[in-house]
């Protein structure tokens, strides 16, 4: 019984996790940036890039790393909005 429950529990979980692995991105029209945020060493900001600027980062990284600096303000993200 113990695995029948547990085989009902991961069906019920498998659409959701499906659903996650097919939705579709957001890109929007224009970088989008979050409030900056902060520990006690650095300063972060999330930025949603567009289709383009997502496209040119996957063939910098091979989509196996982060940005570095000089990479990131290469393709237009800034720290600052301006």
Same mark, same amino acid.
């Given at each position: 019984?113990?695995?029948?429950?547990?085989?009902?529990?991961?069906?019920?979980?498998?659409?959701?996790? =499906?659903? $996650?692995?097919?939705?579709?991105?957001?890109?929007?029209?224009? /970088? #989008?940036?979050? +409030?900056?945020?902060?520990?006690?060493?650095?300063?972060?900001?999330?930025?949603?890039?567009?289709?383009?600027? =997502?496209? $040119?980062?996957?063939?910098?990284?091979?989509?196996?790393?982060? /940005? #570095?600096?000089? +990479?990131?303000?290469?393709?237009?993200?800034?720290?600052?909005?301006?």
């Amino acid at each position: 019984q113990q695995g029948r429950g547990s085989s009902q529990g991961e069906r019920s979980a498998d659409p959701l996790r =499906a659903a $996650e692995r097919t939705a579709m991105p957001h890109y929007p029209d224009e /970088l #989008e940036y979050s +409030e900056k945020y902060h520990d006690d060493r650095y300063e972060y900001r999330h930025v949603i890039l567009t289709r383009v600027i =997502a496209k $040119e980062m996957l063939k910098i990284t091979q989509a196996n790393r982060l /940005l #570095e600096e000089d +990479e990131w303000r290469r393709i237009g993200v800034q720290q600052s909005r301006g």
